[in-house]
C-alpha cells in the first residue's frame, strides 16, 4: 500500500493524467480488499470504516495535488466508488 504523498506524486509527475488518476483510484480501491482481507473483515461496519480511510488518504492527495493545480475533489474518491460499486452505498448509509 502507497502513502497519499507517493500517490500525489505519481499524480503530479503524469502532469495530472486521467489515466494516471484512474490507476491511483483502482489501486486505492484494491487496497480496499486487501485491508479488508488483512484484517478478516465480516461486517459492513467494518468495510466502512476501511472505505472512510481510503476517503481519507484520496483527501489528502487532493491536498498536495491541488496545491500545484486543482484538479481533484475531495469527495471523488466515495462519488466514484459509490458508482464502480453501487452496493457502497447501503454500505456507507447514505
Not at 12 to 28: C, G, L, R, T, Y
Not at 59 to 87: H, S, T, W, Y
Request: charged letters at 30%; proline letters at 2%; a positive charge.
Amino acid at each position: 500500500m502507497k502513502k497519499a504523498k507517493e500517490y500525489a506524486a505519481q499524480i503530479i509527475e503524469s502532469n495530472h493524467s486521467q489515466e494516471v488518476i484512474k490507476q491511483v483510484f483502482h489501486e486505492m480501491v484494491n487496497e480496499i480488499h486487501e485491508v479488508s482481507v488483512a484484517r478478516k473483515v465480516k461486517s459492513d461496519k467494518a468495510i466502512r470504516a476501511i472505505i472512510l480511510e481510503q476517503q481519507q488518504k484520496w483527501a489528502a492527495i487532493c491536498r498536495i495535488v491541488n496545491k500545484q493545480q486543482p484538479v481533484l475533489d475531495e469527495k471523488g474518491f466515495i462519488n466514484l466508488l459509490k458508482v464502480a460499486i453501487p452496493e457502497t452505498e447501503q454500505i456507507l448509509g447514505n
